[in-house]
């Protein structure tokens, strides 16, 4: 009789417990608070390279693209959301050599590359050389959404983006006057001769007619946007979109497109996108090293992105820079050329943005 007593003891204050761990759990993911951290390039981007005007109006566009973002995940959205509509902002900023920004290739098209990725999923879209498509991260999107495919290129991508719906542009669209004019420089400097100017863009300006405002052509040899996401349920998104290279030939694709080496993104690890000379940037599969070094050996964020971006890229002789953000919160940033634009902010606290390397 006293064992069974005891045993009915036992069993009750066993209940009680878990009746309290149950009334006192939250659920999964309720504590958790949004991020986002972003970039425009990198490359020899120094004070001396640009006027007070060109900085000031770069920092805007930053600032701009990250508030878009910060603003989806503060309404509960998703990171794959704020990752978009981020980089809309800067695919249709003439800033960022993305979307309407890019440098042209030596044909003088606009070839644009992007992709996106998903943490929680593991799902990817990306497309390349994409020349009709007014937003090529909203297109890497559906085809990571709306097909069974990773990535798409070329006239089929852009074929496809006219299939589900979204906006077709004329490539004049994406034409800038100081991008067609760094293509002269490029192509001049390479003995190469210049292709036509586009059909649809405005009367070349007169030869003495200045810029609006200066930079040296340095500035964006590395121009590239990408943003990675954390929202608060817990799951991260990275997204990437780019121009390329000024001059490129023969449909050149660098990194920013290829997931593992430019983009990606996972729940067990982190998200990251890169910026830099793209080809280094395959080799060394730089954005799924760094989520490696997270995930298998335990590294804190900033310690993996630097071991990559300091130590193993410039071993093989490879230059540019990443931003990562951890499914734990954890930013991060780093470059091995004389500045990156980019900007953080996480939820409840300031934003950063910064191009210099002496900026925090």
Not at 28 to 40: C, F, M, P, T
Not at 106 to 121: E, H, K, P, S, V
Not at 169 to 185: D, G, Y
Not at 336 to 353: C, D, I
Request: hydrophobic share 40%; glycine share 10%; charged share 20%.
């Amino acid at each position: 009789m006293m064992l069974r007593s005891m045993v009915c003891i036992l069993m009750w204050m066993g209940c009680c417990a878990v009746a309290l761990a149950q009334s006192s759990a939250k659920p999964v993911g309720s504590e958790r608070k949004w991020a986002v951290v972003l970039h425009g390039g990198a490359g020899v981007i120094e004070r001396s390279s640009m006027t007070p005007e060109a900085e000031k109006e770069y920092r805007a566009g930053i600032t701009e693209a990250l508030n878009a973002a910060a603003a989806v995940l503060d309404k509960g959205g998703s990171s794959l959301d704020a990752v978009e509509a981020a980089i809309k902002l800067l695919e249709d900023n003439p800033l960022f050599n993305a979307g309407r920004g890019a440098v042209f290739a030596a044909d003088g098209t606009n070839q644009l590359d992007a992709a996106i990725m998903d943490g929680r999923t593991m799902q990817a879209g990306a497309v390349a050389d994409v020349q009709k498509t007014r937003h090529p991260i909203s297109l890497a999107r559906a085809v990571m959404e709306k097909s069974p495919h990773v990535m798409l290129i070329g006239a089929g991508a852009d074929a496809f983006a006219a299939h589900v719906g979204l906006e077709q542009v004329p490539p004049s669209f994406f034409f800038t006057e100081r991008r067609w004019q760094a293509l002269e420089q490029e192509l001049k400097k390479e003995g190469v001769a210049l292709p036509k100017r586009p059909e649809g863009a405005p009367p070349a300006p007169e030869p003495e007619k200045p810029m609006a405002f200066f930079e040296t052509p340095e500035s964006h040899k590395y121009g590239t946007v990408g943003v990675v996401a954390l929202d608060r349920s817990g799951n991260v998104s990275a997204g990437t979109s780019t121009g390329g290279t000024t001059g490129k030939r023969w449909n050149r694709v660098g990194d920013s497109p290829v997931i593992g080496a430019g983009t990606y993104a996972s729940n067990q690890s982190c998200a990251v996108s890169a910026t830099g000379t793209g080809e280094y940037f395959i080799r060394l599969t730089v954005a799924r090293t760094i989520c490696a070094l997270v995930q298998y050996k335990g590294m804190a964020l900033q310690a993996a992105v630097d071991d990559v971006v300091q130590k193993q890229l410039p071993a093989i002789h490879g230059d540019g820079g990443v931003i990562a953000l951890s499914p734990d919160g954890q930013m991060a940033w780093s470059f091995n050329t004389p500045g990156m634009f980019r900007a953080k902010l996480a939820e409840g606290g300031t934003a950063e943005v910064g191009i210099y390397r002496d900026e925090p």
